[in-house]
């Protein structure tokens, strides 16, 4: 009888199959694991886990970041204000000496030429000769597009103005403000002696504005006087003047700081560049400190009322203050109005112990502290002179 619990092929040696204990899987694999799976590397799971975090993390900290920035940043500026066109009507508008683009843009808005400051100055700040806008009252339109303001404003012979150049006499300042406002020949001479207690001028000026007209340009409108045009050259030298560092070298030269204007203007009369303003300057220190008469052309011709490269013997023995060819020190009053070249060499001249100078030619001003020397160059100067057919001077500096 056959055993029930020993099924034909079940005997001993035959591998259990379908009944009986499972069959060992190949390779270890857990009992009831798909052959063609592998199992779960645990190292593995954890890493794709933090991979996956980290990502998540950054694309939170992106996302942060650009609702900060949506939130933070400035929305694009929209255009300043412009008109079209070129305008129509007319007004004045004055541009002070000195006056920057902000300042122009903000009169010319108050005057009602151009719709904002910002329009004016950004198209004049992106233009080539945007900062080049001359002093002057010009006339311009109402309601102006800045591009066409801006065209008014960069052509010079627009600027209605008044233009005194470095190194002219009070007498050549009066003479110009008559003919430019129309004046009869005098007229700003007698306002400024009637009125020279008005003019502004320090103490030491003694109510004479010679030195003081500052040379530069003024606006000129209809309402401008002469009383207002001497009063802003005063205001204007007394600027330069304080931050010129005058009276730190009235100090260092034993001058006053009237002193020091002198002798800028002896320099503006005497040399025509920077180096050689610095270098006649010094010469003239150098010959006060000696008790050495300065001897100097540009003051006899102050005296004369004249302009000339000749000195002759007579000159030199004009009787007046101002011939410094018979009188040690400076003259009594500035010689003529300087410019800031001249001033800035007065308040620091170069370092040299010269004694004598002459411009032998255009371009070509010798210094030197030997006598002998010096009247070399005098030599050649009167060669010079005398081929351009112009009358010689005896002497030199």
Known sequence: MTDPYTAPGMGPGVTPGHLGAPAEEPDGRPPGEPYAVEP???????????????????????????LAAYLVWPEPEPPAPDYAGGGTGTVEVSVPQGASLTTIGRALVSSGVVASTKAFTDA??????GNTIQPGTYTLKLKMSVASALGVLLDPANANALTIPEGRRAEQVYTAIDERLHLSP????????????????PEAAKDNPEGYLFPSTYPVTGETTPLGLLQQMVAEGGKVLESGG?????????????????????????????????????????????NMPLQLDSSINYALGRSTLTTTETDTKLDSPFN??????????PIANPGREALRAAADPAEGDWLYFVTVRPGDTRF??????????????????????????????
Do not use: W
């Open 246 to 290: 005058v009276d730190a070298a009235a100090t260092a030269f034993a001058q006053s700081p009237y002193g020091v204007l002198t002798v800028a203007s002896l320099v503006e009369g005497e040399a025509d560049n920077a180096e050689d303003m610095a270098k006649v300057a010094r010469v003239i220190y150098n010959r006060l400190a000696k």
């Open 368 to 397: 030197t502290d030997s006598f002998e020397q010096q009247q070399k160059n005098v030599a050649e100067f009167n060669a010079y002179q005398a081929q351009q057919s112009s009358p010689p001077p005896e002497d030199g500096h």
């Open 324 to 333: 410094t060819y018979l009188h040690t020190g400076l003259p009594p009053t």
């Open 186 to 201: 005098g007229t700003t001479k007698g306002i400024a002696r009637q009125r020279a207690g008005e003019l502004g001028l």
């Open 40 to 66: 779960p590397d645990p190292q593995k799971v954890r890493s794709g886990a933090a991979c996956c975090l980290s990502v998540l993390a950054l694309f939170g900290v992106a996302c942060v970041l650009a």
């Open 124 to 129: 004049a700040a992106q233009h080539p000769a």
